[in-house]
């Protein structure tokens, strides 16, 4: 298993940005392709991107897609977020999540066996 934790949620007006970290350790985090994932009040949770094991492919929802950018930092075994242009329906717990059987199911919880705690994210009208 790996450990994953999230930072770098707050308060953030609309058209802001913020940007959310996961640290990962335990195990080769090269190892994992990551993803991001977010739920939102009383909704169930959802894909929100997907980095592979080298950070060179990306998968983004399309409700994220030009306003959110996925990266990972190898060397230091973190996966970012950077949410901009955010809007207030993009208040949600964040988390983060590991894929160590890639398995194909890039968009959806099952796909994922590694989970963070999550960290939330308020954006105000």
């Known amino acids: 298993q790996v450990q994953l934790v999230e930072s770098g949620g707050g308060l953030v007006q609309a058209g802001g940005s913020l940007r959310l970290s996961c640290a990962a350790s335990?195990?080769?985090?090269?190892?994992?392709?990551m993803g991001w994932f977010r739920q939102g009040p009383g909704k169930q949770r959802e894909f929100v991107a997907r980095?592979?094991?080298?950070?060179?492919?990306?998968y983004y929802a399309d409700s994220v897609k030009g306003r959110f950018t996925i990266s990972r930092d190898n060397a230091k075994n973190t996966v970012y977020l950077q949410l901009n242009s955010l809007k207030p329906e993009d208040t949600a717990v964040y988390y983060c999540?590991?894929?160590?059987?890639?398995?194909?199911?890039?968009?959806?919880?099952?796909?994922?066996?590694?989970w963070g705690q999550g960290t939330k994210v308020t954006v105000s009208a």
């Open positions: 980095i592979n094991l080298g950070g060179g492919v990306t």
């Open positions: 999540a590991a894929d160590s059987l890639l398995g194909g199911a890039v968009r959806s919880v099952d796909g994922y066996d590694n």
């Open positions: 335990g195990r080769t985090f090269t190892n994992y392709a």
